[in-house]
């Protein structure tokens, strides 16, 4: 156990620690003479100690293994991602402890959320490069930027808010406004602020994290205070030195603001200033000839300001635009670009796939997107995000403009959470125990071998469909109801039902179903089922068998206690019907071979009203064939009850 780099520990059923390895004392921060005999409660905060205690209990209760993903916070200080394993091991009638291993994920939570972040970040960027480039209107960029912002931060609000040349602002597109947020949109004289006004026009970010408390800006602080807003921060966008807007985010509570998050915010101001300045460069080239033949020089100015790699080729193939980014990424210079094809440039191996994505490109009538390794050895980034457009110019002439971006560090942060992906698979893959996860669309997305097994049917049958494509009607919308209010309830459901496999057969299991709680804010259906038909079958093989001996036992009584024949009859009738609940049991006379009489009708033990009825055994040859071979062996008919 000491070997383990794992945490591993047993407890016993009072809650006390009996074993731990060095892994897990050192993480705990104690000598195992700390641990050993303690309890949860006396090694963790509340909130830790009640959620290790609801694991234990359920390991205790089920018998089942518990393979699962929970965040702690480590007694020392610090929130930390375990993968956690417990399983419960007996040791005669009275011994059972719970044995737990635990895994140290948090750097692998870490890279995944980092990861995300990048990619989500480098998307937002690439589109509003793209589409500035494309020549896209002021406001489709700002009500891009302001829903990709509000996407990238959930719970908080943004703000895309013009100034004018008397430093009024008005909020003219906004996104995620928290519904308890009182108060109007950031509508105000700035001038009223002139601390707060003087930073913005430096071009200074202004970032508060809790506007109740004191600091810079306290005349600012308290506008927001009054509107209901307690953090914000506000990135001027300028153009030629001047205020022109502003691109703000605020919460309604306190935000400790995270370097990402603010580095997010920044560049998208930064990509709106870029757009800002070629909304204006082309107002300002529709008003003269003079200021189109002059805004090449502030054109190139603006491009290769541009962070992502920029380029624009002619219908010839040629290089006519190629900002100080590009030519870094690709290893050249100014000269060995301009002008040139990509032949000229690569040679000619390099350069015949990068043709055939130029020539779908003039093809297409959308911009086109490549995730590809660098097609130029020499080039500084391995891995390239592009994008290619054409783009038709007033006077007919086309171009195609060119962004590329480096996503080295993105990929390598993908290679990374796929791994773990599969590691998690093949985790989930190992239980015996169908398991089955649904989305909040109720659309399957992930399922086990054992599941598939036990259903019959492929894995991919499953994903991304929902229960209304694998069951009846009845069956999905019952199950359909029960996810719903697992949503909102948060309760566990244990239970056995009967389900309608794929297959057509309906088999017997044992389910436990819960609702997670959000994760990257979505939540889950998780379930697991057991299959119990072969124990169902014989219980009910076990009632019949017990009902059938209640019936002759009855009988066999009314018999030795020397009961009339006729009460002993109508006993037996009474007693069959209620062995036989939902079916008719009569009694019919036969005092000939010729007719039938009803004397005697039960159901579920109840005296039916009893009808005129009378069969004429000779119309129904048949019949009284059969009734012969059962009844009088002289071949005439006996007094018998009968089942419907």
Same mark, same amino acid.
């Given at each position: ?68 993903? =929970? ?14 394993? %417990? ?20 750097? =692998? ?6 990861? /995300?972040?990048?990619? !989500? ?6 589109? /509003? ?42 909020g003219i597109v906004e996104k995620g406004r928290d519904r308890r947020m009182s108060g109007p949109p950031l509508d105000a004289d700035l001038r009223q602020y002139p601390e707060y006004l ?14 109740? &408390? ?27 030195? %001047?205020?022109? #807007? ?49 805004? %090449? ?58 043709? +055939? ?5 003039? #093809? ?51 290679a990374e959470v796929e791994r773990s992906g599969q590691f998690l698979d093949a985790v989930i893959n190992a239980f015996a125990v169908p398991l089955f996860v649904k989305d909040e669309m109720?659309?399957?997305? /992930?399922?086990?071998? #054992? ?7 492929? %894995? ?52 436990? &179903? ?12 998780? #379930? ?6 072969? =124990?169902?079958?014989?219980? =009910? ?6 009902? !059938? ?11 030795? !206690? ?15 019907? +209620? ?11 036969? !005092? ?10 039960? +159901? ?12 004429? /055994? ?21 007094? +018998?009850?009968?089942?419907?």
């Open positions: 156990m000491n070997a383990l780099p794992h945490n591993v520990f047993v407890k016993a059923e009072d809650g006390r620690w009996v074993l731990v390895n060095d892994a897990c004392a050192d993480w705990l921060g104690r000598t195992k003479g700390e641990v050993v005999g303690h309890t949860d409660d006396e090694l963790f905060e509340s909130a830790t100690a009640r959620n290790n205690r609801e694991e234990d209990r359920e390991v205790f209760e089920s018998g089942r293994d518990l393979l699962f993903e =929970r965040d702690m916070v480590r007694p020392g200080g610090g929130r930390h991602w375990f993968v956690k394993s %417990k399983a419960l091991v007996t040791f005669g009638p009275d011994e059972r402890y719970v044995v737990g291993v635990s895994t140290d994920i948090t750097e =692998r939570k870490l890279a995944e959320n980092q990861s /995300l972040t990048a990619r !989500r970040r480098l998307e937002v960027l690439n589109e /509003l490069s793209t589409a500035i480039i494309a020549g896209a209107q002021r406001d489709y960029l700002t009500q891009y930027a302001v829903d990709s912002l509000a996407r990238l931060l959930p719970g908080l609000r943004a703000v895309y808010s013009v100034v004018d040349e008397h430093f009024r602002q008005t003087e930073a913005l026009c430096r071009g200074e970010l202004v970032l508060i994290e809790d506007s109740q &408390k004191p600091g810079r800006w306290p005349a600012f602080r308290n506008r927001i205070r009054s509107e209901g807003i307690r953090a914000v921060i506000d990135v001027p966008i300028r153009r030629q030195g %001047k205020l022109q #807007a502003l691109l703000s985010v605020d919460s309604v509570a306190p935000v400790d603001w995270e370097s990402d998050n603010v580095q997010t915010i920044t560049e998208v101001a930064d990509a709106l200033a870029v757009a800002l300045e070629y909304d204006a460069t082309r107002k300002e080239r529709e008003e003269a000839e003079s200021a189109l033949r002059q805004g %090449k020089a502030f054109l190139d100015g603006i491009v290769s300001s541009v962070p992502q790699a920029l380029f624009v080729k002619n219908e010839a193939g040629r290089f006519i635009v190629a900002n100080d980014a590009f030519l870094s990424m690709a290893a050249r210079s100014r000269e060995q670009v301009m002008g040139h094809t990509n032949a000229e440039i690569y040679g000619d191996e390099v350069a015949a796939p990068i043709d +055939r994505e130029d020539a779908a490109a003039w #093809a297409s009538e959308v911009p086109l997107t490549f995730i590809q390794q660098a097609l130029d050895a020499s080039s500084s980034a391995p891995w390239q995000l592009k994008s290619k457009v054409a783009v038709r110019m007033p006077d007919g002439s086309r171009y195609l403009v060119c962004t590329s971006t480096d996503i080295t560090e993105w990929k390598k942060s993908q109720h659309r399957w997305v /992930l399922v086990n071998d #054992a599941a598939a097994q036990a259903y019959g049917v492929p %894995k991919t049958a499953f994903i991304g469909r929902t229960d209304y494509e694998m069951y009846d009607l009845q069956t999905a919308e019952g199950f359909w109801r029960e996810d719903e209010i697992l949503f909102d309830t948060g309760r566990v459901v244990v239970d056995e039902t009967s389900i309608p496999l794929p297959t057509g057969e309906r088999r017997w299991f044992h389910r436990t &179903k819960l609702a997670t709680a959000p994760i990257h804010g979505a939540r889950y259906i998780v #379930a697991a089922i057991v299959d119990i038909t072969e =124990r169902k079958n014989a219980e =009910r093989a076990l009632i019949d068998s017990r009902s !059938r001996l209640e019936v002759l036992n009855g009988i066999a009584g009314q018999i030795s !206690r020397g009961t009339a024949l006729a009460d002993t009859l109508s006993y037996a009738v009474a007693a069959l019907s +209620r062995a036989l609940p939902g079916m008719d049991v009569s009694y019919w006379d036969c !005092r000939d071979d010729r007719h039938l009489e009803l004397r005697s009708i039960r +159901r579920n033990g109840a005296e039916l009203e009893l009808p005129m009825a009378r069969l004429d /055994l000779p119309s129904h040859p048949e019949y009284l064939r059969s009734l012969r071979g059962r009844g009088d062996p002289r071949g005439g008919c006996s007094r +018998r009850p009968q089942v419907r």
